[in-house]
């Protein structure tokens, strides 16, 4: 089945610096590569999502790139903000008519310092 | 429109004992699964359900089931507790359209102490 990892498992930034997280999936059959966001105490959220037929997606201050050669993607967050701080989580699956199912890494607690 | 609903909040139960966890999705969401979150292990696939039929099932043991009912609604039983189960365990819906798998919503979890 699918493997997922993620890197770092923490990451200590300045407001106003930039963060990424960076993930590498097994399957290359994978094809939607989405990032949840879990703020303390409450539920994952999504905040941006990829699809193989594209190599780069932004909104706003947050993009994602994948490179499916090297089976990677990436989460970039531009100047950071205190609100940013949370988990983060990257996911990869593939869509088709079979199903919803997500295998996600591991996390990486974003902590932004104001 | 309201999220997805899972009840209960907060349970405890001792080793060997049964747990049913329930789940209701936003309206028009057809497609529900469950997640298992740990410190250690993140969050982990259990099963999806779509149209009342388990459609993928994760890595867990046998004693971990779910269903699905005609209104979407779907529950989840661990029997045979154990320490280990101690998680927090959630539920999200999709509404997925031609296939394509889509945005997850996340209700805020059960989280259950197994003692």
């Known amino acids: 089945g699918e493997n997922v990892e993620q890197h770092p498992s923490t990451l200590s930034v300045q407001e106003g610096d930039s963060a990424v997280i960076k993930c590498t999936y097994s399957?290359?059959?994978?094809?939607?590569f989405p990032w949840y966001k879990q703020e303390l105490g409450k539920r994952p959220q999504l905040i941006i999502d990829?699809?193989?037929?594209?190599g780069e997606k932004k909104d706003q201050r947050i993009a994602v790139t994948l490179n499916k050669t090297a089976k990677h993607f990436s989460l970039h967050i531009t100047e950071t903000q205190p609100e940013d701080s949370a988990v983060y989580f990257c996911?990869?699956?593939?869509?088709?008519?079979?199903?919803?199912?997500?295998?996600f890494g591991g996390g990486t607690r974003l902590m932004v310092k104001p | 429109k309201a999220g997805v609903t899972q009840t209960p909040r907060y349970l405890i139960k001792t080793r060997g004992q049964q747990v049913t966890l329930s789940c209701s999705p936003i309206?028009?969401?057809?497609?529900v699964s469950w997640y298992q979150q740990t410190p250690g292990q993140g969050l982990q696939f259990l099963f999806e359900?779509?149209?009342?039929?388990?459609?993928n099932k994760g890595n867990f043991p046998g004693r971990f089931s779910g269903r699905q009912f005609s209104n979407s609604r779907s529950e989840m039983n661990v029997s045979t507790l154990e320490l280990g189960d101690s998680a927090l365990y959630l539920c999200?819906?999709?509404?997925?359209?031609?296939?394509?798998?889509?945005?997850?919503?996340f209700g805020e979890g059960s989280r259950l102490t197994v003692l």
């Open positions: 999200a819906s999709s509404y997925l359209a031609g296939g394509n798998t889509g945005e997850l919503f």
């Open positions: 399957d290359s059959a994978s094809n939607y």
């Open positions: 990829i699809r193989s037929n594209v």
């Open positions: 996911a990869a699956s593939i869509s088709n008519n079979a199903g919803n199912m997500l295998t």
């Open positions: 309206s028009g969401h057809r497609s």
């Open positions: 359900y779509f149209s009342e039929t388990q459609r």
